[in-house]
DNA sequence: GATCGTCTCCCCCGCCCGGGGGAGGCTCGT
DNA sequence: ACGAGCCTCCCCCGGGCGGGGGAGACGATC
């Protein structure tokens, strides 16, 4: 009995890309697609995918959202596995925290991305970046995505206040309407940025924004 | 006698998804892949395919210096189709203006996909979204990317001077960088800048530079 | 020739930003 | 209990930034 994938992705390069890969494989088959987040909940209800390869960025629903919605409503829900294109994306690890069960580089190799499905097809989470991986370990992962999002964000540097001060900067608000966002007081958020500067080697707020779009940190679009 | 068509895009995943939409089309042929711009050249010169689909960001060599190069070393040079993932990306205009025949997107519908192919091959220019076409148009297009390219950067409104200040604050620089790199003085500087704000709707530079990455104007990565 | 748009440069001015340094309270883990 | 790290807030201060307004030079267009 096949591993059963649905893929989900906006882009139909990419899912024929993954469709092409997968059903290369005799032991995995491509029962589906779906192009963006919202098609996701009745897809898996009719089709029962093992797993499903789920970008985390598309049009009326995110990744993050149709992870949440999936596993929700779906009584045996699939192992899900983000997809993305940037080894930093903050939306991945927000995915994981969801609850999605592992995640996968666009650039990956065929062979990583096959092994990836089988793996978590059985149930094993995984978190590709060798980097995240030992941080996981180190931290002593418990096999959920929940511990090893923590220790990849602590990865960046930057503590979570930090984060999201460099989050709210990255949408062009002001230390003022920062400080007024976080209910806290402007001088707290001076330093905060002061940090995000320092640690980004950044020489200005539109440096440190810069640098937070490059990484894949914050969403472009 | 079959279109014959190298893929050159650093994802795996974007060249298995282009090889399996135009493999499946019974006169289109992918003869050969390509990671990077750097390896275009030889494979050019070995393969002569009717077509490159060439992604325009890459390692090593980007799609426009690679379409430059094919152009300028190979005696009778492919038609080169620009494949872009944002629909506004400078880089693509500037491609064209190097010299490639056409952009697609990969957001593209296959069929698209293969038809702006076939065009392509065919000796036609094509310019995918359909606002650049009709700009293209107005403007009185050759056929060539130049006219169109020029046209669509006026399109966004912003002088050519303007969007090389964008350009440049969006890689971090001050205004007094800027005025060295343009060899002018800060004043003339600062009043590009203010320009470019009021343009795009923007209170700082921060806010433009957002603005700039995610109308994609300039690349992420 | 007159007009328009662009590029260039200048002035004044207010202010947000970022640097440096300091400090109190909090929760951790040892 | 102690230190480490984090979040919070405070001071002073300089400088880059952005707004407003003005102006000369050039080319294209009409």
Redesign the interface.
Same mark, same amino acid.
């Given at each position: 009995m096949p591993v059963t994938v649905l893929i989900v992705d906006?882009? +139909?390069?990419?899912?024929?890309?993954?469709?092409?890969?997968l059903d290369a494989q005799p032991d995995i088959e491509v029962v589906g697609e779906a192009a963006d987040g919202a098609a996701v909940i009745p897809l898996v209800r009719r089709l029962r995918p093992d797993v499903v390869a789920m970008d985390v960025r598309m049009p009326l629903l995110d990744g993050i959202e149709a992870t949440r919605a999936v596993l929700r409503t779906v009584a045996e829900p699939p192992k899900i596995l983000v997809v993305t294109?940037f080894e930093n994306d903050e939306y991945v690890y927000e995915a994981l925290r969801a609850g999605a069960d592992g995640f996968l580089l666009?650039?990956?190799? +065929?062979a990583e991305?096959v092994h990836a499905v089988r793996l978590v097809a059985e149930g094993e989470s995984l978190l590709f970046p060798a980097s995240v991986r030992q941080l996981a370990a180190r931290y002593g992962d418990d096999g959920q995505g929940n511990r090893a999002a923590r220790a990849a964000l602590e990865r960046a540097r930057l503590t979570e206040r930090e984060a999201e001060v460099l989050r709210l900067?990255?949408?062009?608000l002001?230390n003022a309407e920062i400080a007024s966002r976080l209910v806290v007081g402007t001088e707290t958020v001076k330093s905060h940025v002061s940090a995000v500067l320092a640690k980004l080697g950044?020489?200005?707020?539109?440096?440190a924004?810069?640098a937070a779009?490059?990484s894949?940190f914050v969403a +472009?679009?």
């Amino acid at each position: 009995m096949p591993v059963t994938v649905l893929i989900v992705d906006d882009e +139909p390069l990419v899912r024929a890309g993954l469709r092409a890969v997968l059903d290369a494989q005799p032991d995995i088959e491509v029962v589906g697609e779906a192009a963006d987040g919202a098609a996701v909940i009745p897809l898996v209800r009719r089709l029962r995918p093992d797993v499903v390869a789920m970008d985390v960025r598309m049009p009326l629903l995110d990744g993050i959202e149709a992870t949440r919605a999936v596993l929700r409503t779906v009584a045996e829900p699939p192992k899900i596995l983000v997809v993305t294109t940037f080894e930093n994306d903050e939306y991945v690890y927000e995915a994981l925290r969801a609850g999605a069960d592992g995640f996968l580089l666009k650039r990956a190799r +065929p062979a990583e991305i096959v092994h990836a499905v089988r793996l978590v097809a059985e149930g094993e989470s995984l978190l590709f970046p060798a980097s995240v991986r030992q941080l996981a370990a180190r931290y002593g992962d418990d096999g959920q995505g929940n511990r090893a999002a923590r220790a990849a964000l602590e990865r960046a540097r930057l503590t979570e206040r930090e984060a999201e001060v460099l989050r709210l900067m990255a949408r062009g608000l002001s230390n003022a309407e920062i400080a007024s966002r976080l209910v806290v007081g402007t001088e707290t958020v001076k330093s905060h940025v002061s940090a995000v500067l320092a640690k980004l080697g950044a020489r200005d707020r539109t440096q440190a924004v810069i640098a937070a779009f490059e990484s894949g940190f914050v969403a +472009p679009g």
